[in-house]
C-alpha cells in the first residue's frame, strides 16, 4: 500500500461523535508529520490537525481546538482523528495526509472520507 487509506466517515447528529482513521501505508516511514485536511462543497481544501510521527507534537486549526484530538500509533502506520462536539459546519471530505521529511509538502494524499453533520 502505498497511499494512505481513510476510514470511519459517516453521518451524525450536531454534538455528536465520530471518529476517523487513516491506515498510512508505506510511506509513513518517510513521514515527519501526518495530518488531516478537509473540503467542504465549494470551499478550499483546509488544514485540520497535524502530528509528528516521532515526538507526537500536534497542532490544530483554530475551529476544531477542543475538540479533536489526532494521535497515531506508529507500530501500525495508523493515524486517528477523534471528532467530539460536532458541528454543521464540519461537514466536509476529510482527507489524511503525509509530510514527506525529503520535500517537507505534504505530498501523500488519501481519498477522503465523507463527514456529514446534520440533523
Known amino acids: 500500500q502505498v497511499q494512505p487509506v481513510e476510514s470511519g466517515g459517516g453521518v451524525v447528529q450536531p454534538g455528536g461523535s465520530l471518529s476517523l482513521s487513516c491506515a498510512a501505508g508505506?510511506?509513513?516511514?518517510?513521514?515527519?508529520?501526518m495530518g488531516w485536511f478537509r473540503q467542504a462543497p465549494g470551499e478550499e481544501r483546509e488544514f485540520v490537525a497535524s502530528?509528528?510521527?516521532?515526538?507526537?507534537?500536534?497542532r490544530y486549526a483554530d475551529p476544531v481546538k477542543g475538540r479533536f484530538t489526532i494521535s497515531r500509533d506508529n507500530a501500525n502506520n495508523t493515524l486517528y482523528l477523534q471528532m467530539n462536539n460536532l458541528r454543521p459546519e464540519d461537514t466536509a471530505v476529510y482527507y489524511c495526509a503525509l509530510q514527506s521529511r525529503w520535500s517537507m509538502s505534504w505530498d501523500y494524499w488519501g481519498q477522503g472520507t465523507q463527514v456529514t453533520v446534520s440533523s
Open positions: 502530528i509528528h510521527r516521532l515526538d507526537g507534537r500536534s
Open positions: 508505506e510511506k509513513a516511514f518517510t513521514s515527519v508529520n
